[in-house]
C-alpha cells in the first residue's frame, strides 16, 4: 500500500540555519507530493507541492523537489527563523484521491 | 473567499455520548474529507464525500459515521464515545475528489475530549 515516511523529531535549529526534513514515499503510480505545516492549535497549512517526477515546489524560502528515482521529497530551506517552529508533514495523494500523511516532524528554532 | 470553517472548535463529551462535528467547505469545492489526529497514530483518514456519496473510507469501525449535504456541507457523527476517541478532528475541502493533483485545505479542527 501507499505510505510516507518522515525523519523523526524534534529537530532543534539555531535562527538562519539550514533546514532539511527528509520525507520518503512507497506507492504504486505516479502519486502527487506535498509538504504541509501546523502551527500551534491550528489546522494543516499548504505549504508546497509537486505533480510529477522532477517538479520543484517551493513557497515563502522552502523548496523540495520530487524524485522518483528515490522516491523521495526532502524538504529544505536555507534560512530558518523562529516564526518556522512548527510540525512538518509530508503527503502524498494517488489517484484514490486519499491523502496519506507521514508522522510529522517538529520544527523548533531557537533565536 | 472563505476558508474551511469547522465547528465547534471544542467539546467535552462523556464516555458511551455521541458527538456530531460540522464542517463547511470552502465555496465551490464538492470534496470533503475528514482526518483524526492523535499524537500516538498522527493523521489518519477517515472517509471523503463527494457530491454527497462516500467515495473513501478507512479503517475506522462502524461508530464512525458521516454524510454531505446537498450545499457540500458535511457533518461526521462519532456514537458510543470512548476514551481513545479523544483527538483532533480535522476537515479537508477540495475542488474536486479523486484526482491525485487536487490541493486539499483543512479547517482548524474541532478538539474533542473524551472523559
Known amino acids: 500500500g501507499n505510505s510516507v515516511t518522515q525523519m523523526e523529531g524534534p529537530v532543534t535549529l539555531s535562527e538562519e540555519a539550514f533546514l532539511t526534513i527528509n520525507c520518503t514515499y512507497t506507492?504504486?503510480?505516479?502519486?502527487?507530493l506535498f509538504w504541509y505545516v501546523q502551527y500551534p492549535g491550528e489546522g494543516l497549512q499548504l505549504l508546497l507541492k509537486a505533480t510529477k517526477a522532477d517538479d520543484k515546489g517551493s513557497n515563502k524560502g522552502f523548496e523540495a523537489t520530487y524524485r522518483k528515482e528515490t522516491t523521495s521529497f526532502h524538504l529544505e530551506k536555507g534560512s530558518v527563523q523562529v516564526s518556522d517552529s512548527a510540525v512538518y508533514f509530508c503527503?502524498?495523494?494517488?489517484?484514490?484521491?486519499?491523502?496519506?500523511f507521514g508522522q510529522g516532524t517538529t520544527l523548533q528554532v531557537k533565536p | 473567499k472563505a476558508g474551511v470553517t469547522q465547528t465547534p472548535r471544542y467539546l467535552i463529551k462523556t464516555r458511551g455520548q455521541q458527538v456530531t462535528l460540522s464542517c463547511s467547505p470552502i465555496s465551490g469545492h464538492r470534496s470533503v474529507s475528514w482526518y483524526q489526529q492523535t499524537p500516538g497514530q498522527g493523521l489518519q483518514f477517515l472517509f471523503e464525500?463527494?457530491?454527497?456519496?462516500?467515495?473513501n473510507k478507512g479503517n475506522f469501525p462502524g461508530r464512525f459515521s458521516g454524510r454531505q449535504f446537498s450545499n457540500s456541507r458535511s457533518e461526521m457523527n462519532v456514537s458510543t464515545l470512548e476514551l481513545g476517541d479523544s483527538a483532533l478532528y480535522l476537515c479537508?475541502?477540495?475542488?474536486?475528489?479523486?484526482?491525485?493533483?487536487?490541493?486539499?485545505?483543512f479547517g482548524q479542527g474541532t478538539r474533542l475530549t473524551v472523559v
Open positions: 506507492a504504486t503510480g505516479y502519486p502527487s
Open positions: 479537508a475541502s477540495s475542488y474536486g475528489g479523486g484526482q491525485k493533483n487536487t490541493e486539499a485545505f
Open positions: 503527503a502524498l495523494r494517488s489517484n484514490t484521491g486519499k491523502l496519506i
Open positions: 464525500y463527494f457530491s454527497e456519496t462516500q467515495r
